[in-house]
């Protein structure tokens, strides 16, 4: 897994730790030493620590004017075991959040696996973006089922469209208009 590194291709056009509206922001990185883990296996030092042992994450890219976000996630998201979405929450989400942020594009090709918990934090996140939304990219079908088993897609919006998109070939605000788009012809009845 230390091979696994966040998607580089836009940091000419955001970097999370020069942004000093990002809860990410002043972030050091050390490309020689690695030393977080997804249980046994160390990751690249790329990915930002959030709290939880076995989630992190990379913000890639931000719009304030556009009031959207895509973070990149790696590893498991364990919310029954270490309780991983109130780490993302409190420490990524609620920052973002107090400065205008209401659209979250999440990337989870490098999310293993998912173990659920209650549904309290994404109902907490969904109520507090009101005329935004929460959408995944490239999950697995297994987490994506997971996330459904427990009635999260109340809440985070799963849309297979989307969630193949080819995301890695878009500019992010070329990615962020397909989505919105996405969402809205989905939201009509």
């Not at 990337?107 to 005329?131: K, L, M, P, Q, R």
């Not at 849309?159 to 080819?166: G, K, P, Q, R, W």
Request: glycine share 2%; net charge negative.
């Amino acid at each position: 897994m230390h091979n696994i590194e966040p998607f580089w291709l836009w940091r000419d056009l955001y970097i999370s730790a020069e942004d000093e509206r990002s809860p990410l922001y002043n972030r050091r990185y050390n490309e020689f030493e690695y030393t977080n883990t997804v249980y046994n296996y160390v990751i690249h030092p790329q990915w930002d620590f959030i709290g939880s042992s076995t989630l992190y994450l990379k913000i890639i890219y931000v719009d304030y004017a556009l009031s959207y976000a895509i973070i990149e996630l790696m590893g498991e998201w364990n919310d029954c075991i270490y309780n991983d979405i109130m780490f993302f929450k409190r420490n990524i989400i609620e920052p973002m959040m107090q400065e205008g942020i209401n659209k979250f594009i999440l990337v989870g090709e490098n999310i293993f696996n998912f173990h659920a918990s209650d549904d309290c934090y994404y109902e907490e996140w969904h109520e507090e973006i009101e005329d935004g939304w929460i959408t995944p990219i490239h999950f697995r079908k297994h987490v994506i089922d997971e996330f459904k088993s427990q009635r999260i897609h109340y809440y985070i919006n799963f849309n297979e469209t989307i969630n193949a998109l080819n995301w890695r070939t878009y500019q992010p605000n070329q990615l962020f208009c397909k989505v919105e788009s996405l969402i809205k012809q989905n939201l009509l009845p």
